[in-house]
């Protein structure tokens, strides 16, 4: 069956480390995006991309970045760890069409700490 | 900006109530909406997508609608069953710029 992982499902860091987290899905999705969670703010988009090479910034993109090599996979990096980025991250994927926007799936989440 | 509001934030029923959860949105230029359910600890699960141009959509006990107009969807469980207890979570797509936009959630009690 198709599906989205996340790896690691829980890491715990130092401020100032740079942290890369995995997402991969089967899906054969062209849309791929990152989530936080955070208490009293719900989920909230960090960034997002429609396809291999293309990339996008979301409502909290500041401190993260990601790159596409390929269909399968979205890795989300924290260039410089901070203790405002502890949270639980979630991967999404789509199908698209014309950029359409449809049904998400979503990755069981890695839940990040740092010191 | 899109925003969502979900009442009650939390809700405790008995086994076998019919319950209503609601959703609220300020722009009704939306693609679609989509209604999750998360289990504690745990991602994501879809439960029903209703495409803008659609007013309801039904997944065995549940049914969600969707009224752009008044900027409210509702979901509707029947026979509300322990195994509910969940947050749901409601959200939004956009129809310019593609993305997701979520509610808080209602986090759900059923209680034997």
């Known amino acids: 069956d198709a599906e989205i992982t996340q790896s690691p499902r829980h890491k715990i860091t130092e401020t100032g480390r740079q942290v890369t987290l995995a997402c991969h899905q089967t899906?054969?999705?062209?849309?791929m995006f990152w989530y936080r969670q955070d208490l009293g703010h719900g989920l909230r988009l960090i960034h997002y991309s429609y396809g291999v090479q293309d990339t996008n910034k979301g409502e909290v993109s500041d401190g993260y970045s990601v790159s596409r090599s390929n269909t399968e996979d979205l890795p989300l990096t924290l260039e410089s760890a901070a203790s405002s980025q502890t949270s639980v991250y979630f991967c999404a994927s789509s199908e698209s069409g014309g950029r359409a926007l449809n049904e998400q799936f979503f990755g069981p989440g890695t839940r990040l700490t740092v010191l | 900006k899109q925003e969502v509001t979900q009442i009650p934030a939390a809700l405790s029923v008995p086994e076998g109530e019919n319950l209503v959860l609601n959703c609220s949105f300020t722009?009704?230029?939306?693609?679609?909406l989509q209604w999750f359910r998360q289990d504690p600890g745990k991602g994501l699960t879809s439960l029903l997508l209703i495409q803008s141009s659609q007013r309801e959509q039904t997944s065995g006990r549940l049914n969600a609608s969707l009224d752009k107009s008044s900027g409210r969807s509702t979901l509707y469980i029947a026979a509300s069953q322990p195994g509910d207890s969940a947050t749901y979570l409601c959200?939004?797509?956009?129809?310019?710029?593609?993305?997701?936009?979520f509610g808080r959630g209602t986090q759900l009690t059923v209680w034997p």
């Open positions: 959200a939004l797509g956009s129809s310019t710029l593609g993305r997701l936009y």
């Open positions: 722009d009704s230029a939306i693609y679609n």
């Open positions: 899906w054969n999705h062209n849309n």
